[in-house]
């Protein structure tokens, strides 16, 4: 099994920044995609941000060019890094990963708050 460990969220005033990491542990073969879901109150979970191994990366519209992806394969982690926060980017924010234990699938963390205040 793989368990994913977020870190890094809470509060911050509007045009802040702040960044997320995820950690994968367990009984991790191989990892392909990671990358981050959020979920704001009374809203559908949406996709962000993605990266696969290869380094390639792909943003929802609301988050390009302020959010910024990146990886270490090496550590099985993921980062996320917010900047110009807006209010709109309240959520909680699940990280993500599409790894192989004993078969591929999907795994998704506990989920970190992100409260972005005006």
């Known amino acids: 099994q793989v368990q994913l460990v977020e870190s890094g969220g809470g509060l911050v005033q509007a045009g802040g920044s702040l960044r997320l990491s995820c950690a994968a542990s367990?009984?991790?073969?191989?990892?392909?995609?990671m990358g981050w879901f959020r979920q704001a109150p009374e809203k559908q979970r949406e996709l962000v941000t993605s990266?696969?191994?290869?380094?390639?990366?792909n943003y929802a519209d609301s988050v390009k060019g302020r959010f910024t992806i990146s990886r270490d394969n090496a550590k099985n982690t993921v980062f996320l890094q917010m900047n110009t926060l807006k209010p709109g980017d309240t959520a909680v924010y699940y990280c993500?990963?599409?790894?192989?234990?004993?078969?591929?699938?999907?795994?998704w963390g506990q989920g970190t708050q992100v409260t972005v205040s005006a």
């Open positions: 367990g009984t991790v073969f191989r990892i392909n995609t």
């Open positions: 993500y990963a599409y790894a192989e234990s004993g078969g591929w699938r999907n795994y």
């Open positions: 990266i696969t191994s290869a380094g390639s990366t």
